[in-house]
């Protein structure tokens, strides 16, 4: 070994970094080692390079993604500190909306039981549109008295794989739904939906669509979802998104490889982790929402939410007064914004209605 130079093992106690940790810098090449032995692949650090990990181990103690340590650590000292303020001015402003995210969870795990005789229902309207750039419109939309769902197809059979998805759980917009089975009749209903688009697809390995759905029950909605569509919902004028995007970028956001605007940039934003079908077989997420009377949900294909900001969504669901005005103004603004993809938009507000 070199003089002056640390094993991993010893580096990683002097810089409280572990070694798992110290390999996963290398690859990212934000703390490259000093030597890295030719024959065994040891790697050595240098003593010199202890003050740089300290600071990559406080940048993560704060929760900056590695990509943005990454950028941090090239900076001189003065610039380092205005990314750190300015990074931590943006963790207080999402901090305020998780926050907000969490009262309302926690409302609606505490919120008493309706008492009174007022019963709720759905006024609803569905429209997709093929954009300004695409040849065709693969994406569906669709709303009943049950159902609300979009599905973003992809592949030279994505239109019909799409609309297979969707119909397969049309025969769920036509019955009352007991709360209780609701969750069971979604999954049935998705696996149908499997096996539907895997009809269209064939032997295609590069057919499938996303699917977001919600299914009313008179006093609930069931949510299920896979893919990169997306559902939010409008309460008190605060904008919630209900659904977890099944993308690469999304897991590297996860794992703080990427920040949320470095994903929309990313040359690999649009992969998908989870499809009907295309790939092998995989759950869709399923679970119950309670909801308000004055609750605005929003189903939408990422031909929206992927050139649109939430906070413009948040302004022009909360400015529309009913369902039809929104998902059009919805479509035209993402047009607008150039339209690069297929735009659909499911817009749902609840009501009251006497007994």
Not at 87 to 98: G, L, M, P, Y
Not at 213 to 224: D, E, F, K
Not at 236 to 254: P, Y
Not at 282 to 297: F, I, K, N, Q
């Amino acid at each position: 070994m070199d003089d002056g130079l640390l094993t991993i093992g010893a580096f990683s106690k002097a810089c409280r970094l572990s070694p798992k940790a110290l390999r996963l810098y290398d690859e990212l090449e934000l703390l490259r080692p000093a030597r890295v032995d030719p024959d065994t692949g040891y790697r050595y650090y240098a003593a010199r390079q202890l003050e740089r990990a300290r600071l990559v181990a406080w940048l993560r103690r704060l929760g900056m993604p590695l990509a943005r340590i990454r950028e941090v650590g090239a900076l001189a000292p003065s610039a380092a500190a205005e990314e750190i303020r300015a990074f931590w001015a943006r963790v207080e402003a999402e901090t305020a909306v998780r926050r907000d995210l969490a009262a309302f969870l926690v409302d609606q795990l505490t919120a008493a039981p309706r008492k009174d005789t007022t019963m709720l229902e759905l006024r609803y309207f569905a429209h997709s549109d093929r954009g300004r750039t695409r040849p065709e419109n693969q994406d569906t939309a669709y709303a009943g008295t049950r159902l609300l769902a979009v599905a973003d197809g992809f592949g030279p059979a994505g239109a019909p794989a799409s609309s297979a998805a969707v119909q397969a759980l049309r025969s769920l917009d036509t019955e009352e739904v007991p709360a209780g089975d609701v969750l069971n009749l979604l999954e049935e209903a998705v696996r149908g939906a499997t096996r539907a688009v895997q009809d269209v697809a064939g032997d295609a390995d590069d057919v499938g669509t996303t699917l977001t759905a919600l299914l009313w029950t008179g006093s609930r909605l069931a949510l299920v979802h896979i893919g990169d569509s997306r559902a939010y919902l409008l309460r008190d004028g605060a904008l919630f998104r209900i659904t977890h995007d099944h993308t690469l970028v999304q897991s590297m956001i996860d794992e703080g490889r990427l920040t949320p605007e470095e994903a929309t940039a990313h040359p690999r934003r649009a992969m998908l982790l989870k499809a009907l079908p295309a790939g092998a077989p995989t759950s869709a997420d399923l679970r119950l929402h309670d909801v308000r009377p004055g609750d605005r949900y929003l189903l939408c294909s990422d031909g929206l939410c992927g050139v649109v900001p939430d906070a413009r969504i948040r302004a022009l669901l909360t400015s529309a007064p009913a369902p039809d005005e929104a998902v059009l103004t919805l479509i035209t603004e993402a047009n607008t914004s150039g339209g690069p993809d297929n735009v659909s938009c499911v817009v749902a507000d609840v009501v009251e209605t006497a007994a």
